[in-house]
């Protein structure tokens, strides 16, 4: 007598595999992982950037912001405002005042709180309304402290 599995006995695993498969991939939902990561990122960002501004304005800051205006291409600009051109790709993310966000981080006395300055973790690989890839978030400046919310 030969010892072994029969073709149903194998096909029967399979399916039940199949079945558990997919009702895991169902249940975890990568695509919904993935941006809840991307959120989870981008809340993480901005804290950090609350945080060096904050800094920034207290050991930097001598009353009114600097003359210079945010890159915000893709968003609409307050009443007011002008809307600026966009930094290269090689200094976008530079702290040293010619990133997409024109504070020197570099002048505060314990030196810069952020290595660099942080880019959206875009979702398409494109940028609203643009081709390109490296996707700046989008900060709105008074002219004085008083316009700065903590």
């Known amino acids: 007598m030969k010892k072994g599995f029969t073709l149903i006995e194998l096909l029967v695993v399979i399916a039940i595999l ?7 991939v169902l249940v975890l939902n ?16 901005l804290a950090a950037l609350n945080g060096a501004v904050s800094l920034w304005v207290a050991d930097v800051l ?5 003359n210079t205006k ?3 291409s893709n968003t609409t600009q307050a009443p007011g405002q002008a809307a600026a051109s966009c930094t290269s790709s090689s ?3 530079t702290v040293a005042g010619s990133g997409w966000l024109p504070l020197n981080f570099t002048s505060i006395a314990a030196g810069s709180p ?3 300055l942080p880019l959206d973790p875009n979702n ?3 940028c609203k309304g643009s081709t390109t890839t490296m996707c700046q978030y989008a900060v709105n400046m008074g002219t004085t402290t008083a ?3 903590n």
């Open 18 to 24: 199949a079945v558990l498969a997919t009702a895991t």
């Open 30 to 45: 990568p695509a919904e992982l993935l941006k809840q990561g991307r959120d989870s990122t981008r809340i993480s960002d």
């Open 62 to 66: 001598d009353g009114t912001w600097p």
């Open 70 to 72: 945010v890159c915000t």
């Open 91 to 93: 200094t976008v993310t």
């Open 114 to 116: 952020l290595s660099r």
């Open 124 to 126: 398409t690989g494109t």
């Open 147 to 149: 316009g700065y919310m």
